[in-house]
T-cell receptor, first 111, second 112 residues
């Protein structure tokens, strides 16, 4: 079974803090994605990566950056957290051309 | 302040009945579609997929129908069970990078 592990299930941070969300997969998938999920808005793509050190912006990249130094790990970074970044963050992986496999999510609250 | 999100469409069915969840997608060039199920507090889980060269695909108790003419996707769940209660999302793939775009979801309530 594919395992996608998000290191933190729940985080509470203050406005202006730097936040790291980590995602690790064990299936050697090329593609990795970060989505945010807000009530009634579905999942919106923040960033994705199709190879080590490669990254592409999704639909809502503002206020976020990412890092993919190793194939199995994809990090989402909030340089200066703001209250409108309070959300559920979902990491996903996929092989080329295949379905997405999701982690359990990281619920971030920014006060 | 706290933002007010949109309310999810909700489908309530009796245990044992069949459920049909619908989804309209936006891009006629989308070539791959997936239905995901998300239970409370968990990440989305794959249910069934279909490629654009097909119009129907069946799994165990689930069937996906694709109508490319009207850009419509549906998920049929036979003999719905309480464990089927969840939010269901459709996802469409629009490009070669395997980027998927998700609908806003439908909440399925199964009454025992």
């Amino acid at each position: 079974d594919v395992k996608v592990t998000q290191s933190s299930r729940y985080l509470v941070k203050r406005t202006g803090e730097k936040v790291f969300l980590e995602c690790v997969q064990d299936m050697d998938h090329e593609n990795m994605f970060w989505y945010r999920q807000d009530p009634g808005l579905g999942l919106r793509l923040i960033y994705f990566s199709y190879d080590v050190k490669m990254k592409e912006k999704g639909d809502i990249p503002e206020g976020y950056s990412v890092s993919r130094e190793k194939k199995e790990r994809f990090s989402l970074i909030l340089e200066s957290a703001s209250t409108n970044q309070t959300s559920m963050y979902l990491c996903a992986t996929s092989p080329r051309g295949g379905e997405l496999f999701f982690g359990e999510g990281s619920r971030l609250t920014v006060l | 302040g706290e933002s007010v999100g949109l309310h999810l469409p909700t489908l309530s069915v009796q245990e044992g009945d069949n459920s049909i969840i619908n989804c309209a997608y936006s891009n006629s060039a989308s070539d791959y579609f997936i239905w995901y199920k998300q239970e409370s507090g968990k990440g989305p889980q794959f249910i069934i997929d279909i490629r654009s060269n097909m119009d129907k695909r069946q799994g165990q108790r689930v069937t996906v129908l694709l109508n490319k003419t009207v850009k419509h996707l549906s998920l049929q769940i036979a003999a719905t069970q309480p464990g089927d209660s969840a939010v269901y999302f459709c996802a469409e793939r629009r490009d070669n990078f395997n980027k998927f775009y998700f609908g806003s979801g439908t909440k399925l309530n199964v009454k025992p």
